[in-house]
């Protein structure tokens, strides 16, 4: 079956030091991955999605940075964390296009 | 442009009532889809329901059940007995066809249900 994973769980940063979120795919192929960002208390907003490796677009310009070094890795960066940057990123992923995307467990992030 | 509204913020209830959540989404694409996702206080987005553009046929799983109408843009949500185990936000989403598969999510209804 096809999982999804997402570390760390939670994450308290400072202000203007780098951030590395990982997220991983199981059982499955060349999946179409996808980084959400939800402030508290408010929707879902997609920061990056990649349809394979290497390939990243990105949907709001910001602090933040995608890279997908393998086919079921996907890792959201930053060089220096902003107060901004507070929230909760989901990890998603897809089989192909206009196909469900699945979830992972997110990683709550505070920056201070 | 597309757009999901959810206009409902919250809605309380007692355990064993029925509760419609309302979903009304904006697209000019005559091929889209429409999701139902629920989000626990884990945090984690469970898929629930996908619909395409072609099939209004409403749809039953359970104590869930959606209602999906083109002619007023509205994919409702209904949960009948509600249980305290419903309690979290749900959210609907949209996507249209493309080079992608984006979703665009409203902005979620969150619903308490006390026993």
């Known amino acids: 079956s096809q999982t999804i994973h997402q570390w760390p769980a939670t994450l308290v940063q400072p202000v203007g030091s780098p951030l590395s979120l990982e997220c991983t795919v199981e059982g499955t192929s060349n999946p179409n991955l996808y980084w959400y960002r939800q402030a508290a208390g408010r929707g879902l907003q997609l920061l990056f999605y990649s349809v394979g490796i290497g390939q990243i677009s990105s949907e709001v310009p910001q602090n933040l940075s995608a890279s997908r070094p393998q086919d079921r890795q996907f890792i959201l960066s930053s060089k220096k964390l902003l107060l901004s940057d507070s929230g909760f990123y989901l990890c998603?992923?897809?089989?192909?296009?206009?196909?469900?995307?699945?979830f992972g467990p997110g990683t709550r992030l505070t920056v201070l | 442009a597309q757009k999901v509204t959810q206009a409902q913020t919250e809605i309380s209830v007692v355990e064993k009532e029925d509760v419609t959540l309302d979903c009304v989404y904006e697209?000019?694409?005559?091929?889209?889809?429409l999701f139902w996702y629920k989000q626990p206080p884990s945090g984690e987005l469970v898929f629930l329901i996908r619909r395409n553009s072609f099939d209004e046929q409403n749809e039953i799983s359970g104590r869930y059940s959606w209602n999906f109408q083109k002619s007023t843009s509205s994919f409702n949500f209904t949960i009948t007995a509600s249980q305290v185990v419903d309690s979290a936000v749900y959210f609907c989403?949209?996507?249209?066809?493309?080079?992608?598969?984006?979703?665009?999510f409203g902005t979620g209804t969150r619903l308490q249900v006390f026993p």
């Open positions: 697209t000019r694409d005559t091929t889209y889809y």
């Open positions: 989403a949209l996507s249209v066809t493309g080079n992608t598969d984006k979703l665009i």
């Open positions: 998603a992923f897809s089989q192909g296009i206009v196909d469900t995307q699945y």
